[in-house]
């Protein structure tokens, strides 16, 4: 036996030095969802949302597993558990409720389940025909160390079963199988007895964890509230909200609000309202220099009179703001507010902390510059400064000063040109006293930035949207945002147009042309946003051919707005936004799916919530030109109106035009569609089946 | 300015009290690849692979960013350091050789590269007209800082230039562009010529890493030898290698190498050579007990004569084995050994180790179970006893014998049903010191358990190519094979046949039936296997009609086989293994494409290897009973013939089939195929585009 006893003590690796249960550990946990980068980051989800959790579970030979999600709110000491069930393909799920806002921690757990095991072999070999005397005293000893582990309730309990294992019965009155064609033993008998759930129910109360596997990484789910998934926003100048040409005021703003409300908006978005520099100051269509009297960019910020925690005094006073945010509240709407972490020249940052700005070698301090560009008229704040540390403090007590006042929305600009640890850090340091916090990322950028911004722990995002036009490139995008792993942490929210952005679509397309952006903005996501008035009032006329730059950009000038002219959208626009409060299916962004059409100017998409109880097809003419018709070829399962048990061959249902008012019965999975861009450019449809009762004849009374 | 001042001290979270720069590190890297499991296992490569890594690495702002990977061979202390080249969209890639066995550990690092910067920005200023002076003086202190990091010899090239950026001169014999607009200033010459490579490169070798990002896990790639991806293994039962009906040996073996070695192998497979235990031992067609003389199953293992460390008497001793892998390493083959780590009751292991062992209440060993099946035969281990620590050495010590008696490959049976950390330890033990052995995974079990066993270690692995049949079965399971992640680590082994299955597709497919199996195997992937001599002579009767054993089965007793029968397929799996052996092409399994058609019977696949040089085009005729016919729509660019510079529009290639022998020459991407099952159901064409010269025609001499 020479060969038998040959070892290489000498060669063992360290692993062998663990703990005595380490390598008895025979259970595998792999591919839990959600994750972002391997739990670097949280998934991010809704208050009050079903946090849906899959793992795969498994272990080696045919042993039975038990699997369990842990999780907590960040807030608690305690770990609860949930059993995961299983889907089949070693894949696991459990749930459980966002019930508050801020993270969850969870992190599924798996063993070798001994007496699940036993009690399936046990059903086969008595569906065998199998004596099991040996098997009783199995279970038996299994159910005594459950028993040791029980509390004092389940104990007894367990222990009457053990000694029944123990000593089977041939007591008539067990409930066995009357059909078995086996000779029924006491044994058998027993162990029939000993399949109930009943028994089961008892050992499960008391697991034996000691070889169980934890997943190895702590995952977390961002909680954030209702209005992260579902806002409709409104941009405005306040300057610009007077009715004459003089500088506006926060108290004109609040005349304003009922004609906001009135189009459906529930956040109201003002760029900067800080002082604005003076010196380098540019003048109206971004001309280099200021006259007198020009007001100069919102962007611009910091003067004598204060800088990112001081209100600009044309607009107001600090109480004045207050009182505005009270009355947008009344409103049922909330105020985002504009933070760019820049400053003017003559921002009193700049003469208090000369250190967080990186100086010339001629003493001057570095403007902001993309070479060969220069903007002479801000200074770039610079993180790689000695003094981060107080820059950062400083600049995240911009914000809790704001959230001081009652603001709760943050649109940050430019965010892609700060560091993307300054972010994170100042957003957790934010949600972590006050999670309610939704911060809007515009970082119009390169798409993995853009990405890592939304990781980090933006809310919700600026997109590509106002760039793609045709069909494919609107149904790629939106289906790009929409998949794993995007759609776990980037929340688009959809901008036609901005004081920056003027698409070139907009420039050319006319009146329909804002319908149908309008229209796509507002039903493709769940979050958009316009800038206003210049969006109802159709502003199409670009600083110069080829520019996307508005003509007498209102962010250099101060302008006048017509709002009651006659051709204002603001009638559709209203009829849209109550379109989307009215159907659930509008206010998520992930259900959306597409639809095949005939024609590459229609596209067609639907949105359905997850009960099904509300469904909305949308049909777009993306043509602001011409009238185009076609036909579309429905996925009738999206629309909740496929056969299915009680419909086995009809598949006839009701589109009723939410914009247009009209109803049709349509009939299978191709319809025709006719869209008039100088009528209405846009279906949308609320679907649901038939009702085919007698009661929806006209005969019927 | 009481708001300017205003500040939280009392919520600083924790993270504030980072290093100093942590907060200034700008860079960050995300999705690097190859990765498994976010870095938990290694990327399998083989020895002389280029090992390409890539890498999204980006940054805040418009600073440009230096990306370079470091990797080290396991066994060495020092990382090397290769630059990242990007590719766009901010991925980056760089590649290193696969020069040795074992493990590579590699990291891609990032940093924001100010003298970069400074360098594009500096050229875009020039470009655009503007001075420079400035600029000139930010770029002396960005190299003098490069000249204080630098060596003894770059130092005084650095100085140099940073006399001539703080100096600017009007030398004449400078070399500046001649067609610029903007008048030639000293300044302007000056840099101009700090555009120069020589600048950056110089300034490149003393690069400042203070604030470089290191990616947050350290990936590693797995480099086995070429074996590990090119095999072709025969099975055989040495029992039955002598001629007549005695008890085959190892001599009888060595007697078969030519025979084996003619038709193309390199690997020779052998069961469990180990003394067959007497106790329950199974007679012919497994029935449940022996009669005397009866061989009975190799996988019994363990009698009196010893356990996994010995050699059954009847094959021949430890030395004749000894022989017998010195006489197939003379014939450039290789020995893989079959390790089934259970024991029938007589094994020493059982009297010696009883707790290793389960013992069931009645005092007997628990045997193998899968109820209601009982395997009274085997006794599996139980690996969760508390000696699991001396029992994970001694099995380890098994593979180490057998290495020491000279064999490198294993074919591990039923791995799944032994815990996936001991064979994780046991693997990384082995190889630790012979990285050169080879792992072969025999798991049939659910897909995620097999993947871990690959994971894990397993070199390769069987797969369920055995019950794949139809057109899109074989292409949808080898396209899940050859696509990230699974191949990353997971190497398929195709068997179209093992003494445990004979497929119905075998049962039933005749000749030709077994013809198209092999051909599939063999070109489908670069490692396959059969089991001989019942493969090649057709041996097509199962058990029992819907069994998928054997008749007669070679794991219950010796058989006879007639190795000159006139119908044996020996020559034409030999002319299939020549194919493989000639054409590189064949020797890899992910570059396998599909090719459409327009017949469920006919499927077609290629594989080119990366320089293009080698492709192959496979057409099989799934159907074993009747011609089948169609059209096949080639994608033209797999096969390496479609339009380019130098051929753009005639799509004219030619087309030998290796097999049969026949050329043709093709135009465009579709093509007529016939192939006739009771002729030759396969054509294996080696592709290559018509070279179009004069000496091509025939009347050219």
């Known amino acids: 036996m020479r060969d038998e006893s040959r070892k290489e003590q000498a060669t063992i690796p360290k692993e062998r030095s663990r703990s005595p249960e380490e ?7 792999e591919g839990v969802e959600p994750q972002i980068d391997g739990g670097t980051f949280p998934a991010k989800r809704i208050l009050g949302d079903e946090i849906i959790v899959e793992a795969d579970a498994f272990c080696d030979g045919h042993d039975a597993l038990t699997c369990i999600l842990r999780y907590r709110h960040e807030s608690e000491q305690n770990w609860r558990s949930t059993d995961m069930e299983p889907l089949g393909n070693d894949r696991w799920r459990a749930s459980f409720e966002a019930a508050r806002l801020g993270h969850y921690l969870f992190k599924p757990v798996a063993w070798v389940d001994h007496f699940k095991t036993w009690r399936l072999d046990l059903h086969k070999r008595l569906e065998a025909g199998q004596e099991v005397t040996q098997e009783l005293l199995i279970g038996a ?3 005594e160390a459950a028993a040791d582990r029980a509390d004092a309730k389940t104990r007894p309990l367990l222990q009457e079963w053990v000694t029944m294992l123990r000593h089977p019965t041939d007591d008539p009155d067990l409930p066995v199988p009357s059909a078995t064609e086996t000779p029924m033993t006491p044994s058998r008998a027993t162990a029939y007895h000993a399949l109930s759930s009943e028994l089961a129910e008892l050992v499960a109360l008391c697991p034996d964890r000691t070889l169980a596997t934890e997943y190895g990484t702590e995952l977390s789910v961002q909680v954030d509230r ?3 998934r579902f806002s409709t926003w409104y941009e405005l100048f306040p300057r610009s909200a007077a009715e004459t040409g003089r500088h506006g005021t926060f108290e004109d703003v609040e005349r304003l609000l009922p004609y906001i409300k009135d189009m459906g908006f529930d956040v109201l978005y003002l760029p900067p309202i800080h002082p604005i520099g003076r010196m380098k100051r540019k003048g109206p269509n971004n001309v280099p220099t200021a006259e007198d009297g020009d007001p100069g960019s919102p962007w611009g910020i ?3 009179e204060g800088g990112h925690k001081a209100v600009h005094p044309e607009l107001g006073t600090l109480d004045d703001f207050r009182r505005l945010l009270r009355k947008v509240e009344e409103e049922d709407m909330e105020i985002a507010l504009d933070i760019a972490l820049q400053c003017a020249p003559d921002h009193p940052y700049v003469r208090d902390h000369p250190e967080w700005f990186r100086k010339r070698p001629d003493g001057s301090i570095q403007y902001a510059e993309n070479p060969p560009k220069k903007y002479q008229d801000i200074y770039p704040f610079d993180f790689e400064t000695d003094a981060w540390r107080e820059l950062w403090d400083e600049l995240a007590s911009i914000f809790l000063f704001w959230i001081e006042q009652g603001v709760r929305i943050f649109r940050v600009d430019n965010p892609h040109t700060k560091p993307f640890d300054f972010w994170q850090w100042m957003i957790a340091r934010v949600r972590a006293e006050h999670p309610d916090v939704i911060f809007l990322s515009e970082a119009f950028t390169r798409p993995k930035v853009m990405y890592r911004l939304a990781k980090l722990g933006f809310s919700q995002s ?12 609107l149904r790629d995008y939106v289906e790009t945002l929409t998949t794993e792993p995007v759609r776990d942490f980037f929340r688009p929210n959809f901008w036609p147009n901005t004081p920056d952005i003027l698409p070139e679509y907009l420039q050319t397309g006319g009146r329909p042309g804002f319908m149908v952006r309008l229209a796509l903005a507002a039903t493709l996501t769940s979050n958009y946003g316009i800038y206003g008035p210049a969006f109802e009032l159709q502003a199409a006329m670009p600083a110069r051919p080829g520019s996307e730059e508005y003509l007498h950009s209102e962010k ?10 006659a051709d204002s959208l603001r009638g559709f626009i209203g009829r849209v936004n109550r379109i989307r409060r009215e159907n659930p299916a509008l206010q998520e962004t992930h259900n959306v799916r597409f639809h095949d059409t005939d024609n590459d100017e229609i596209l067609a998409y639907s949105k359905a919530t997850r009960d099904g109880s509300n469904v909305v097809l949308v049909v777009v003419n993306l043509d602001p030109h011409h009238r185009q018709s076609g036909w579309v070829d429905l996925d009738l399962d999206a629309l909740g109106v496929g056969p299915d048990d009680t419909h086995a061959d009809h598949e006839e249902y009701v589109v009723h035009d939410e914009l247009g008012g009209e109803r049709f019965l349509w009939h299978g999975s191709r319809s025709y569609v006719e869209l008039r861009p100088d009528q209405m450019p846009v279906h949308i449809f609320r679907v649901s089946r038939r009702a085919r009762s007698e009661a929806d004849f006209e005969y019927y009374m």
């Open 23 to 29: 390598g008895r550990k025979r259970a595998k946990i």
């Open 556 to 565: 250099y000038e101060i302008r006048e707005w017509d709002l009651d002219r």
């Open 141 to 143: 000893d299994l159910v």
């Open 226 to 228: 209702e209005k992260a």
């Open 302 to 304: 910091g003067a004598k």
């Open 462 to 473: 600026y997109t590509y949207f106002t760039w793609r036009n045709s069909k494919d490139e």
